[in-house]
């Protein structure tokens, strides 16, 4: 169903249970899973967030701006994006870390048809620093990308199998959907990805689905076809 995707993980995913720091089996885990469905020919790029290690928004009032703090969060994501670069070549896999703003030689800076062409040739392309501008989430960043590269879909992968009517967390009688509009999601207020997410999303069409990341199998399962997750579309 989607040949190219770009695959928006959390910066808590990679926290493991605790959500913070780098989880060496949470690593090991997704790098496994991206791998698996690279070697089945899928094209799987990819924006990590930061939260596990800093949020810039969090910054303020305790002693620098938001400019600072979300450059500072920026960082962060290039941190979990070299992490995951290093398991994935652990498995065998090309990887390759791009940034926003230019880090080398610590890492390349974005070009878009650098980044595709690692794909084309049966890499992963990770893709950190947001959009390079404050005052933008890494799903926004996310969203950019995945217009950017010609990706079928933006899958983001989360704790939580799909969009539901409430937290299913909080919520036992919240129900699921198997598929819903940006516009649903908008007046509904479910916080799947923000508002300057969707709206490119929607502007592409690129369709969102949320699913368990955690779920093992889950990643190359939903590229075959499985039903899994939830799809928000135009």
């Known amino acids: 169903m989607y040949k190219r995707v770009l695959l928006k993980l959390s910066g808590e995913s990679l926290g493991g249970p ?22 089945n020919g899928y094209q799987v790029a990819i924006v990590n967030g930061g939260g596990n290690i800093f949020r810039g928004i969090q910054g303020i009032g305790k002693g620098y701006d938001r400019v600072t703090g979300d450059r500072m969060g ?61 005052f933008f989430s890494t799903d926004s960043g996310a969203a950019l990308r995945a217009l950017e590269i010609g990706a079928d879909a933006l899958l983001k992968g989360t704790r939580v199998d799909g969009v539901y009517t409430a937290d299913p967390e909080k919520d036992p009688d919240a129900r699921k959907y198997d598929e819903i509009t940006f516009h649903e999601c908008l007046v509904n207020h479910l916080n799947v990805m923000d508002q300057t997410a969707f709206a490119l999303c929607e502007q592409g069409p690129v369709p969102i689905v949320v699913f368990d990341i955690n779920e093992s199998g889950s990643l190359l399962r939903l590229l075959e076809g499985e039903r899994i997750g939830t799809v928000v579309h135009a």
Do not use: W
Not at 18 to 39: H, Q, T, Y
Not at 80 to 92: H, K, Q, T, V
Not at 93 to 106: G, Q
């Open 18 to 39: 605790s959500g913070k720091g780098i989880d060496e089996n949470s690593l090991k885990k997704f790098a496994g899973e991206i791998a698996a469905a690279v070697r």
């Open 74 to 134: 920026m960082l962060a994501t290039v941190i979990n994006s070299l992490a995951l670069a290093s398991a994935l070549r652990s498995e065998g896999i090309r990887a390759e870390v791009f940034t926003a703003t230019p880090m080398e030689p610590i890492a390349k800076g974005y070009v878009r048809e650098s980044a595709v062409k690692v794909l084309e040739e049966g890499g992963v392309s990770l893709i950190a620093g947001g959009t390079g501008n404050p």
